[in-house]
């Protein structure tokens, strides 16, 4: 089932297994102009909360995703609870979470869970920063996805300005060929 589809804002987050604040994977786009293709990724630089894929719509450019079930293989280290998906409530009056309400948690960006300058490509990483194990954990599982802040080489696409996108949350097998 698509999450979002057409030509909308520029980047989308899903937050509601933590509610509000990461781990959470980005699908995230630059729509061209000018003769300027759109650039497009997935990005695993705050961590990931649920499988993913994005592209285009009746198109032969390459569809993206992360489909592996990263929360089922994430490190200890980088595991983070889950919470409540109740943020549709203006009111929180009971403070408990309804089950069918609870979600699972995500795995934590070595960035986000840790910070410092190796792990964020900050200061002295700033323009030489080589991935880390934990950014090769997330590329080892989505090959299509940034792993970490410097990774963009094999990880941004490209498609003619004009063409329609598809995201597709927790993606079945058949959903990663968007020819329709």
Sequence with gaps: MPAAAGRASRQLRWRAATGEKPPAML???????????????????????????????GSSCHVISCAADINAKCPSELK?????????????????????LQVPGGCASACGKFGGDTYCCRGQFEHNCPPTNYS????????????YAKDDQT???????????QIVLCPARNDLHMDQ
């Design 136 to 147: 090769r954990f997330f590329k080892g599982k989505c090959p299509d996805a940034y792993s």
């Design 80 to 100: 983070v609870d889950g919470g409540c998906n109740n943020f549709w409530k203006a009111v929180d009056i009971t403070r408990e979470c309804l089950p069918e």
């Design 27 to 57: 699908a995230e786009y630059t729509l061209g102009k000018g003769g300027s293709p759109d650039f497009y990724d997935i990005s695993l630089v705050d961590g990931f909360n649920v499988p993913m894929s994005f592209g285009p719509v």
């Design 155 to 165: 990880s941004t696409f490209t498609c003619p300005a004009g063409t329609n996108y």
